[in-house]
Each structure stands twice: as structure tokens, then as C-alpha cells.
């Protein structure tokens, strides 16, 4: 049985190219910054602006553990079952073509041009402390963990790891753990991941952010909100509230962005409070999804801005591939006669150049390779998911 009802969230398309713009900005502060002596004016819009790539990918996955989640809910309604075989294939069509590509790129092709790199070059592009067999395995994030994440190019890909490992188990949880007891789970597995960052990370930034257990509560938290989205009752909530709290709500969340510096420096001692602290953002995060999906009284709907949520169907790629990008231009500006350290003008051409590259060579990955295993996806679903995101 197939049902005809769409499920498709077009608020959410413009949200998954905001976050990887974030993301964008502060890998080319990450990448390029270090070679720049910034002003402390400089340095306090680079902390508080360009730093905040972490809660970008926290809401990639909420936005992801919501999607995943509200899709298997839905087909378990609509046909009695969870088609997991199915449900499998769907996620290799869309994940593995292009996350081996850039393995392949990254790991063979940009690694032969290691004995020409100019002096001083910005980038790492030794395999050396990349553990292959790892990344091979979706399980780059524990690569980054043992070994840091010194080759960036490939060292991008231990969020679709995490993702990946998430993929594999969550639908056997919502196709045998019964729907009453989903609230519970969800909840038990929330707490759980607060209580693996306080007694097992306790502090270590690494281990807080790469570790999957660490992740579990972004993941879970979009689960959560799925689950309640089901609920006639809690989303009604949603559609009446008043703009004026929708406002507030949004404004207090943003005023907590720059205290997780605070709250989360080793040095404080705020473990606990640093263990929870994401949950809290995932909070925020699940909010924004809930009201730009359902709230009739909202300020500003981002579906609204159709170039920005025109390009949230290629963020994948450009996620993927924004490093590599940045690879190609600071070797073409090499081989131009550019020279490292460079200063402002230098940073900034290179970074908007970049960023016109990747989006550009997305698209081009998108329409010629990505959408040839996307459309195969339409051979193995249970519900009708054509707009899938």
C-alpha cells in the first residue's frame, strides 16, 4: 500500500542553507583566519558571529532526527509497518554516492599533489593521521576523535558519519519499540546522552562534540518534536501562539548563543551545565522548526525567501564538497603567484570566490550525478516521499 499524501516541509529547505552559510564561515575563519593578525575588534565579531558553526550542525541534527523520524511515523500510520529493507536503500541512494566521491577525491586524487604544495599552504592534505578504515566505515567521527581532525578535507565528513550510524538504528526503534512508549524512549535516550557528556566526556571538548553518544541528544530532540507533531493538540498550541512570544522566544535563544563560551570552557568547571547546555539550543532549535512549520502568527516564514530555500536542496553537497573548494582556490591563487600569509583583501576574495564555486559546482553535482540515485529512491517507498528532504 502506497499512500498518495505528500510529506514535504518547505520552511525548512531555506534553514539547511542558513546553517551550512554558518557552517561556511566559520571553517573560512578556521582555515584562512589563522593566517590573518585580527584587531580585537575584529576578533570579537569573529567569536561571536563566525564561531558558531557547532550550533549550525546541532540544528542539522534536529532538522535531520525531525525529518527521519516524522517520515517513519507516517509510514507506520499510513501502511500498518516500517519497510525498513526499503527504508535502507533509500538512505544508501541518498547518502553513499556522494560521501564515497568525496572520499575518493580526498583521499587519493588531492593527496598526489601533496610533494607541490606551496610553503605555508593553509590546508592539510596529509592522510597520515586519517584512519581509512574509519571514514570507509561511517565511522569518521571516532577517527577525529583518536587522530583530530588535522586533514579537513575529508575530516568534514564525521557529521554524516554520526548521521549515518543514526540511520541504521533509528528505524528499528520506531518500527518494535510500541508508539506509546516512543515518548519515553525519546526522553530516556535525551537524559542519557546529558549523562554520557557529564560522566564520560566531563569536560573534554572532543569527546562532547564528536562523540556519537554526544550527539544523541540533537538527533533525539528532532525525534522528540516529530513525535509530538503527530498530536492534533500540542501543534493547534503552536498555530495560536501569539507573535509577540514567537518574538521573545526567538531573541532569548539567540542572547544564549555566545554563552556556551562561557559555560563551556574547561577552565570554568561547568560540567554539568555544560553537559546540558545543548539540549537546551536543541530546544531552540526544535522550536524554530515547530513554529515555521505550524504557527499562523509567525514574524517572518523563510519559505518566504525563495532563492535562500531554492538552494537548501543542495547543501549535502555543499557541506560535502565547500573544503575541497577552498582546496582548488587556494592552490589556483598559488600557482598565480598568490603568497601565504595574505592579508584582508586576500582572505575575503578567496572566501567569497569560494563560496560562489561551491554553490556553483553543487548544483552542477546535483542535476549530473546526485539526482541519477535519487531518482532510483522512487522504486523503494511506502509512502509517496518525492519530495523528500
Known amino acids: 500500500m ?12 531555506g534553514f539547511r542553507f542558513i546553517c551550512f552559510l554558518i557552517v561556511f564561515c566559520n571553517h573560512s575563519i578556521d582555515c584562512l583566519g589563522l593566517f590573518i593578525d585580527w584587531s580585537p575588534k575584529y576578533a570579537i565579531i569573529d567569536e561571536n558571529f563566525f564561531l558558531n ?10 532538522l535531520s532526527g525531525f ?47 601533496s610533494n607541490h604544495m606551496p610553503e605555508n599552504f593553509p590546508m592539510n592534505t596529509s592522510m597520515e593521521n586519517v584512519n581509512v578504515w574509519l571514514y570507509l566505515g561511517f565511522l569518521g567521527n571516532f577517527s577525529v576523535l583518536f587522530n583530530g581532525i588535522d586533514n579537513v578535507l575529508v575530516g568534514v565528513l564525521w557529521t554524516v558519519s554520526i548521521e549515518e550510524q543514526f540511520y541504521l538504528i533509528w528505524p528499528l526503534i520506531i518500527a518494535f519499540v510500541p508508539t506509546k512508549y516512543l515518548l519515553k ?29 554526544s550527539a544523541t541528544s540533537d538527533l533525539t530532540s528532532g525525534a522528540l518534536i516529530a513525535l509530538l507533531a503527530t498530536k492534533e493538540m500540542f501543534i493547534n498550541r503552536i498555530k495560536i501562539m501569539p507573535k509577540s512570544t514567537i518574538i521573545i522566544i526567538y531573541i532569548v535563544g539567540f542572547i544564549f548563543f555566545p554563552l556556551r563560551f562561557f559555560i563551556m570552557n574547561p577552565e570554568n568547571h561547568l560540567v554539568l551545565l555544560s553537559s546540558i547546555l545543548p539540549v537546551v539550543y536543541s530546544a531552540f532549535f526544535a522550536f524554530i522548526i515547530f513554529e515555521q512549520n505550524y504557527a499562523d502568527n509567525s514574524f517572518y516564514k523563510i519559505g518566504n525567501a525563495k532563492r535562500i530555500s531554492s538552494l537548501g536542496k543542495y547543501t549535502y553537497a555543499m557541506y560535502s564538497f565547500h573544503f575541497i573548494m577552498f582546496f582548488v582556490v587556494l592552490y589556483a591563487y598559488s600557482l598565480l603567484g598568490g603568497k601565504f600569509p595574505f592579508y584582508y ?23 549530473y550525478f546526485e539526482i541519477k540515485f535519487l531518482n532510483l529512491k522512487k522504486k523503494f517507498i511506502s509512502i509517496d516521499t518525492s519530495k523528500e528532504q
Open 67 to 113: 525529518l527521519i523520524t516524522y517520515l517513519l511515523l507516517h509510514e507506520k500510520k499510513m501502511t500498518g509497518k516500517i519497510n525498513i529493507k526499503n527504508y535502507y536503500v533509500r538512505r544508501v541512494l541518498r547518502i553513499w554516492p556522494l560521501y564515497f566521491l568525496i572520499i575518493i577525491i580526498t583521499m587519493y586524487f588531492i593527496p598526489m599533489l
Open 53 to 62: 558553526g557547532d550550533l549550525a550542525i546541532s540544528f542539522f541534527f534536529v
Open 185 to 213: 524512549t525519546f526522553l530516556a535516550l535525551i537524559f542519557g546522552s546529558i549523562a554520557f557528556r557529564y560522566f564520560y566526556a566531563h569536560g573534554d571538548f572532543m569527546i562532547a562534540r564528536f562523540h556519537t553518544l
Open 345 to 367: 583583501k586576500g582572505f575575503f576574495g578567496v572566501t567569497i570566490v569560494t563560496l560562489i564555486l561551491t554553490i556553483s559546482f553543487s548544483k552542477i553535482s546535483y542535476k
Open 2 to 13: 502506497i499512500s498518495n499524501t505528500k510529506v514535504f516541509f518547505p520552511n525548512l529547505d
